[in-house]
Structure formats: C-alpha cells, structure tokens
C-alpha cells in the first residue's frame, strides 16, 4: 500500500514539473546590398558586353525583318 501513495505522490508532483521550453526560431534579415546606379549600369554593360562576345565567338548572327 505504501507503493501505492509513494508512486501517487510522485506522478502528482511529476505533472506539476515545468516542461522543456520549446524553441523558436526567429528569422533574421537578410544582409541587403546597396549599389549605386553607375555600378548597376557598369554590371549590366559588362554582362551585355560578354553576351555579346560569347554569341560572336559561337557564330550567332542576328536578323531583322522589315528594319526592326
């Protein structure tokens, strides 16, 4: 009987016990980058520029109908 009141006792104080906290993840910004727009247009021309200079080297030829 005693085991009884013993194992009693402590499931009562063991559903009294805190629980584990569960964590939380928090989302963090993302680090922004800031360009000026003479270095957007400096990036966009170089990228125009090897575009260019890859379609030459493969042979790619361009064609226009009616002058447009």
């Known amino acids: 009987m005693k085991i009884f ?3 009693g006792a ?4 063991t559903g009294c016990a805190s629980a584990k906290p569960t964590p ?3 989302p963090s910004p993302s680090p ?3 360009q000026t727009q003479a ?5 966009f021309y170089k990228i125009a520029d090897d575009s260019c200079a ?3 080297k493969e042979g790619l030829v361009e064609r ?3 002058d447009v």
């Open 5 to 7: 009141a013993v194992s």
């Open 10 to 13: 402590l499931l009562l104080l």
């Open 24 to 26: 939380t993840l928090t």
């Open 32 to 34: 922004t980058i800031t």
């Open 39 to 43: 270095e957007i247009e400096e990036e």
């Open 54 to 56: 890859k379609g030459q």
């Open 64 to 66: 226009f109908i009616n």
